[in-house]
């Protein structure tokens, strides 16, 4: 059982540049979602989705599309990278309402 | 406004000593609280639920507190490990599905 699995661990970018963050979870969980992190601010909501097909923006969207085509993946894409966007990216999934998120390990991106 | 204040920022105590993490909120409608324990360079990992009805609960070296009517939790950590350090994030759900996170506190456990 993997768990959350998100992919590149680590990805460094030149300002214009577009890429796809990975997230996929084998545990069936309805609602995924992403947040970044940066020091002095915690974790904060980028986009969600509560099932296949349904998406909807969190606290901090500018600069970043999803989709949720199947259960399994929500891939997170940076359309034109920007230096703001230089964080950690976390991936999570949970079973829905107020289940235990379970978080990947996540991807340290840096926008150069 | 919805928010999470947890106290200290940062903490440094010597292996085997007691400390405790305090977090205060004003979210609501309240529906429970999560404590998470995130490890340098890996993701948060959930430690314990509080729901509204739960004063006090314990998960090996680690006891969480609620008082609802203060709306505080804290963190309690006995005969602290260097495996201990960490950052501990407070998460307030709120009835109706969103999550209200706390900027954490860094934990440093030293030999």
């Known amino acids: 059982n993997a768990g959350v699995t998100q992919t590149p661990k680590f990805q460094v970018l030149k300002t214009g540049q577009s890429m796809t963050l990975q997230c996929a979870q084998d545990m069936n969980h309805e609602y995924m979602s992403w947040y970044r992190q940066d020091p002095g601010m915690g974790l904060r909501l980028i986009h969600y989705s509560v099932g296949a097909g349904i998406t909807d923006q969190g606290e901090v969207p500018n600069g970043y599309n999803v989709s949720r085509s199947t259960t399994e993946d929500f891939p997170l894409r940076l359309l034109s990278a920007a230096p703001s966007q230089t964080s950690v990216y976390f991936c999570?999934?949970?079973?829905?309402?107020?289940?235990?998120?379970?978080f990947g390990e996540g991807s340290r991106l840096t926008v150069l | 406004k919805n928010q999470v204040e947890q106290s200290p920022q940062s903490l440094i105590i010597l292996e085997g000593k007691n400390c405790t993490l305090q977090?205060?909120?004003?979210?609501?409608?309240?529906?429970?609280l999560r404590w998470y324990k995130q490890d340098t360079g890996r993701g948060p990992v959930s430690l314990t639920i509080m729901t509204f009805s739960e004063n006090t609960k314990s998960n090996g070296r680690y006891t969480a507190t609620l008082d609802a009517d203060t709306k505080q939790s804290s963190l309690h950590i006995t005969a602290s490990q260097l495996s201990d350090s960490a950052s501990y994030i407070c998460?307030?759900?709120?009835?109706?599905?969103?999550?209200?996170f706390g900027k954490g506190t860094t934990l440093s456990v030293s030999s």
């Open positions: 977090c205060n909120y004003t979210v609501s409608p309240f529906s429970n």
């Open positions: 999570a999934s949970r079973v829905g309402g107020t289940g235990e998120l379970f």
């Open positions: 998460v307030v759900i709120q009835a109706g599905t969103a999550l209200i």
